[in-house]
């Protein structure tokens, strides 16, 4: 059914880059099925990093980046860290984090590296962190300013800041108007593999008028060492008020014919 909406005012994600080049390649093979010719590229398309980078970039005036920044990998952030291994070793408490390790190790950077991801995915106040009581959280505060001052100076950015990047600049007034009259219609696939600040995200761009569809099976949450939550999809209802929240379950198996699936059950 064509609701009329014009390609640009949909979001449609997914969490894997094969997946995002799989739903790019059904929606043309099927507008050209159709008679419906669009332009694709006008449709925001593809990983939710992938798309929150892409406004960054077309925003980004509005951000701390500067020109020809570069994004860093799981390695090239652990490298980094590495690198810069005395830096880290001179704040107070450090071996708090380290399981009081007496050398700076690759081991040690993979820590750090996992720990500043946590923080950047579960979107933590610094500030706060900073005045807690727990000295391991005081510390972890001092670790995440360091480490980000380093990706200022290298003009870098890592995967899990793009999101934080993004939606500090949703506190901009004037880009979020923006963006919610560009993005009008939102369409989040495998949602139980989304990290708390994707969802405070992806309801921020949704408001006020929750045009947003989630799909997804909590049975499948593969990504919880990502700081996938579990509960996003969980309480996904609730972040409405009742009744304008519609559960549809998906209860027909397209891909698994029922020998596939009774061989499984006795399996199981």
Known sequence: MDEHVPVENILLATFTEKAAKELITRISNRTIEIGMP????????????????????EYRQYTTLKRNYRTLDGFDQQYLIYQNNKRFDEIDGIKLLLNNCETYLWSSAQKLCSLVNKVSEENLDLDLLAKCENDKLKVLATVVRTYRSILAEENALDFSLIQTHFWHLLKNEEVLGKLRQRIRYLMVDEYQDTNIIQEQILLKLASPHHRICAVGDDDQALYRFRGATIRNILEFPQKFADGDCRIIPLVVNYRSNSDIVDFYNRWM
């Open 38 to 57: 669009i332009n694709i590229s006008d449709m925001l398309i593809g990983t939710l990093h992938s798309i929150f980078l892409r406004l960054l970039d």
